[in-house]
């Protein structure tokens, strides 16, 4: 039997429940999760009453395990590898993906919904085509992708989500060039790993943001070279301060607040570069000048997805450059769980003072 954690409907609390999975089908493979971090996306599923999706539905979207079963046509992996499970796979066919633009594929592959809660039979919704807050998922063999044996399970399942969301978006969504200077604003897991993903990138600058200063702390562990606390003052006026009165080539805000974008804009230099991480809730409005702020300043404002990644190649090249010390992965797992906690951690994700907490089954 598998279980799972289950949101049921709108204001319920989270169960783990038994789940009966359906063998995988054609292009499908069938994972035994090992290890699935705690994201605030799910959190953030809760806190809409389902994000728009179909109820019941299967939690998790952040796992790693080892491939159990795969269906007809599967050529990609076998039973026993160790995999990553991707919430992302360009599709090749949409029309971002027909002008070579993968990174902004607006159609994922994904298999068929294949569990149902076994007390009344009923289809899941999995969180972003993943659930593997569950002990068994099926997916698109797209979203099983390989990781080097040597990387433990806790970590490798935070580049499902987290890690490679911040790295990502430093990487690959909008490129921090060598030598540039770049501000993040929110330093929880997300942040942190733009701060890792831009120190990988060759920033020169990384200013971290945040008011809380432990967590300005661990930035400056992690690659950030100046730290700025939200409290001390106002948090542009700060990093203007700090860059010359020039601003930052890059801005991340890795908060879902529409306050992080707005500084995230107000601390660009000429030309630079504002981009969004965090999932804002409905109804945020920016509150920045279109002329003093953005057209005069030329600042492009981006969005990015999940680090906008195409999991079959960045997450194996993540992969490596912790295996090689180039990222300091160890250091985002603070704490491990059980399968059973996770109703219990989840509402408390962001208070907790975690920076991953993971759930190893
Ligand atoms: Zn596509
Ligand atoms: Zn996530």
């Excluded at 971090?37 to 009453?49: A, I, M, P, Q, R």
């Excluded at 029309?95 to 007390?119: E, I, M, T, V, Y």
């Excluded at 906690?341 to 907490?357: F, Q, S, Y």
Aim: glycine content about 12%; proline content about 6%.
């Amino acid at each position: 039997m598998t279980r799972g954690i289950v949101y049921a409907e709108p204001g319920a609390t989270l169960t783990l429940e038994e789940i009966v999975v359906d063998p995988p089908g054609p292009r499908e493979v069938q994972v035994r999760v090992h290890a699935c971090g705690l994201c605030h996306s799910d959190l953030h599923v809760v806190e809409t009453g389902g994000w728009g999706m179909r109820f019941p539905i299967l939690l998790g979207h952040e796992g790693a395990g080892i491939v159990e079963e795969v269906g007809a046509e599967v050529t990609g992996v076998a039973p026993g590898d160790r995999v990553v499970v991707a919430w992302r796979a360009p599709c090749g066919e949409c029309p971002q993906c027909r002008r070579g633009d993968p990174r902004r594929c607006s159609s994922q592959l994904r298999a068929k919904r294949r569990l149902h809660r076994a007390a009344d039979d009923a289809l899941l919704t999995p969180v972003l085509r993943c659930g593997s807050f569950a002990e068994r998922v099926v997916v698109h063999e797209a979203c099983a992708v390989p990781i080097p044996e040597e990387l433990p399970f806790e970590q490798a399942c935070l580049l499902a989500c987290g890690f490679s969301t911040g790295a990502g978006a430093a990487l690959w969504a909008t490129p921090v060039r060598e030598g540039s200077t770049v501000a993040v604003i929110g330093c929880g897991g997300v942040g942190l790993a733009v701060v890792q993903g831009a120190r990988l990138a060759g920033a020169e600058r990384i200013v971290a943001v945040d008011v809380a200063p432990e967590k300005l702390a661990v930035a400056e562990e992690l690659g950030a070279t100046d730290a700025v606390d939200g409290t001390a003052g106002d948090a542009v006026d700060q990093v203007r301060e700090l860059t010359g009165g020039v601003g930052v080539d890059f801005a991340f805000s890795a908060i879902g607040a529409p306050v992080g974008l707005d500084q995230a804009v107000r601390m660009c230099a000429y030309a630079g570069t504002a981009t969004l991480v965090g999932i804002p809730l409905p109804d945020s409005r920016l509150g920045v000048d279109l002329d003093s702020e953005i057209f005069g300043p030329k600042v492009a404002i981006a969005v990015t997805h999940g680090g906008d990644t195409i999991p079959q190649q960045d997450f194996p090249f993540l992969a490596q450059a912790a295996l090689d010390g180039k990222l300091d992965l160890a250091r985002f797992v603070s704490s491990t769980c059980s399968l059973e906690d996770v109703p219990e951690r989840l509402p408390r994700i962001g208070r907790d003072g975690e920076i991953r907490a993971v759930a190893v089954f």
